[in-house]
């Protein structure tokens, strides 16, 4: 009798539309997934914009079923902005925190410190905020770069200013990994163009040696001005120049002239004001899915996305289809699975070549004309030609 009544409990409970499949998956131990992300200090900026697309993903691919019918849930740390505190969170997401996959921190020098732990401990991760050469010489292993290289950042401003009939650039530089290959890259092509480099000094201290540097920046008078620093110190910089009422014909800087806010925050002097981007939140730019990313961006945080959210968004995009692909957490056959990978992101073509430095993924580079950040190179995705 007993028997029987399972069995009739069981028929009606399959009857009633809940198979035994989707039981296990709502039971199923998530697929935990670490990374570090800088709530403060001299990064804080643009890993807000990661942080938020991780998020994003985490919601989404929950909302889609999860990855291997398991849900995902992200652990994220605070580092900071300090490699010292990201070398020893990576160390306790794997050891401790026993997670299944990584993600990225932001920047060169903070994912060099994940890189160390990662391969270590024969993790594969894909570098969404990162572009200095150092990671991909050959020491570090199964890290796959998004952006493109930090050396190729200011070609199509240099061809811009030879294009103009402009002779002199001067380059100023933080003494970090980033900033000195997007200074060193700079400096290679601009003397390709034909360009003088009247000037080319690094700092390591930016409220010190600041202001000194950009005095002697303005005795030199180049026809244009290259500052590779982060945020804080191009800020710093700008503060500088309206103080002083200077300006080159040709004013470029990393990272945050390509912040939605760019312009918001730093006033008029903004205006003309070029800089290198991985993507833009453009209804124009053909990559498959960017229109609805940007979309569903705005929609979860409220804010326009930067380049920094469609790499880190991209990112995760091309570790969920590793993992559906191998259909496994296995990091040797994810790894194998990237490094022959050749798609499309939001953000663009991915692919990868020696020693997971991105090949297929050129940068761009946009000028903030009228208050409107436009993009002016390549040709090929101009949306405005540049002005000087």
Not at 185 to 200: M, N, P, Q, T
Not at 248 to 268: D, E, I, W
Not at 331 to 344: G, P
């Amino acid at each position: 009798m007993f028997r029987a009544r399972m069995f009739f409990f069981l028929l009606t409970f399959l009857a009633l539309g809940f198979p035994a499949a989707d039981c296990r998956a709502a039971t199923a131990a998530p697929i935990r997934i670490g990374a570090t992300v800088s709530l403060e200090g001299k990064y804080a900026e643009p890993s807000s914009s990661i942080r938020d697309s991780f998020k994003l993903w985490e919601k989404q691919v929950n909302e889609r079923g999860g990855l291997l019918g398991r849900p995902v849930e992200l652990i994220l740390y605070d580092d900071k902005s300090n490699a010292d505190n990201v070398r020893e969170l990576y160390t306790k997401l794997i050891a401790q925190d026993k997670v299944d996959l990584v993600l990225s921190p932001y920047g060169t020098p903070l994912t060099l410190a994940a890189a160390e732990v990662t391969t270590r401990c024969g993790y594969t991760m894909l570098a969404c905020g990162a572009s200095g050469d150092e990671i991909w010489n050959g020491k570090l292993l199964k890290v796959f770069g998004m952006y493109s290289p930090a050396r190729r950042y200011f070609i199509g401003l240099l061809n811009i200013m030879a294009a103009n009939g402009l002779n002199t650039v001067a380059i100023v530089y933080e003494d970090s990994s980033f900033t000195r290959d997007a200074a060193e890259g700079a400096k290679e092509w601009a003397e390709r163009f034909g360009l003088k480099v009247s000037l080319y000094r690094s700092y390591s201290v930016g409220k010190d040696d600041l202001p000194n540097l950009l005095k002697d920046v303005r005795k030199e008078n180049p026809d244009g001005l290259i500052l590779a620093s982060y945020p804080d110190d191009i800020y710093l910089s700008l503060d500088w120049m309206k103080a002083h009422k200077y300006r080159p014909r040709v004013l470029a800087t990393t990272v945050n002239s390509a912040y939605p806010h760019f312009f918001q925050k730093v006033g008029s002097i903004g205006e003309g004001i070029f800089g290198p981007s991985q993507w833009e939140p453009d209804e124009r730019i053909p990559f498959p899915g960017t229109k609805r990313f940007v979309a569903d961006y705005v929609n979860f945080t409220q804010r326009v996305p930067s380049y920094h959210s469609g790499s880190s968004y991209a990112s995760c995009q091309v570790l969920e289809r590793a993992v559906q692909h191998c259909q496994c957490l296995d990091q040797t056959k994810l790894a194998d699975f990237i490094s022959s990978l050749d798609t499309v992101t939001i953000i663009g073509r991915f692919k990868v070549g020696q020693n997971g430095r991105q090949t297929g993924h050129n940068s761009m580079l946009i000028q903030w004309q009228n208050g409107r950040k436009e993009i002016v190179f390549p040709p090929s995705m101009q949306t405005a030609p540049p002005r000087i």
